[in-house]
């Protein structure tokens, strides 16, 4: 455990843990409640946890990268919308009580966890490791948490996939999107980090401009053009 010694590296896996704990009480506990207002309830928990715990710690670099994360989620509402008004691909669960457009509230920060998860591995692997290995890693993170949250949060659910090709509970067609998102993310932040805030708000916007664009085209090449449907 001789990463655990780095004091950010230390704080990064135990605010996880926590989290982990958190949502799995949350989630997994009978309750009253829907599972889309207990996912609001995760969702909020970690967004406020990161700061918190960043700025008591004095993980200046982990605001930063919340930030970004964080306004990225935001945005991420777009694709998803598009993705399940318009695509008709993608469903949310029946309980949903606040939403944006066609998409849960919760979505809204949904993506800052995975995010703000890709974007620190990234940097980490950038500061001990050679540069050529950082995007093939990220790219492997990206596909493994990614992956997972397609294979698994439609049994909550979470949201899940309708009327397209699958492996197991995954879409056939959002795999390189997904890749691509979170390699994207890392290598903006990666650019911008350093920056005003106002360019890190249309770095953002860039990235899920990029994402959008990835996820209907795949759509189209996969759905349209090689199965025909």
């Not at 982990?62 to 306004?71: E, G, P, Q």
């Not at 029946?94 to 949904?110: C, E, N, Q, R, S």
């Not at 189209?220 to 090689?226: A, D, N, P, Q, S």
Request: hydrophobic share 65%.
């Amino acid at each position: 455990m001789k990463g655990l010694k780095d004091p950010s590296i230390r704080d990064f896996v135990y605010v996880h843990l926590l989290f982990a704990a958190v949502a799995a009480a949350v989630l997994l506990t009978p309750a009253m409640a829907g599972i889309s207002a207990r996912m609001l309830v995760v969702v909020i928990a970690y967004n406020v946890m990161i700061p918190l715990v960043a700025l008591q710690r004095g993980h200046t670099e982990w605001v930063r990268i919340w930030l970004f994360a964080f306004a990225l989620s935001i945005l991420q509402i777009w694709p998803a919308g598009y993705l399940s008004a318009e695509l008709g691909v993608l469903a949310f669960p029946d309980d949903i009580f606040l939403m944006i457009g066609a998409v849960p509230a919760y979505m809204a920060g949904f993506w800052a966890i995975p995010l703000f998860t890709i974007i620190y591995v990234g940097q980490f692997v950038q500061k001990r490791w050679a540069d050529k290995w950082v995007f093939a890693i990220v790219s492997a993170i990206s596909l493994a948490i990614f992956g997972t949250a397609e294979a698994t949060l439609w049994m909550l659910p979470v949201w899940y996939a309708v009327g397209v090709a699958m492996i197991g509970h995954v879409a056939v067609y959002i795999i390189v999107p997904d890749i691509i998102l979170g390699l994207s993310t890392y290598i903006t932040f990666d650019i911008i980090r350093e920056r005003p805030l106002w360019m890190i708000a249309i770095a953002a916007v860039l990235v899920m401009i990029l994402y959008l664009g990835c996820a209907v085209l795949s759509f189209f090449m996969i759905e349209r053009v090689l199965l025909g449907t």
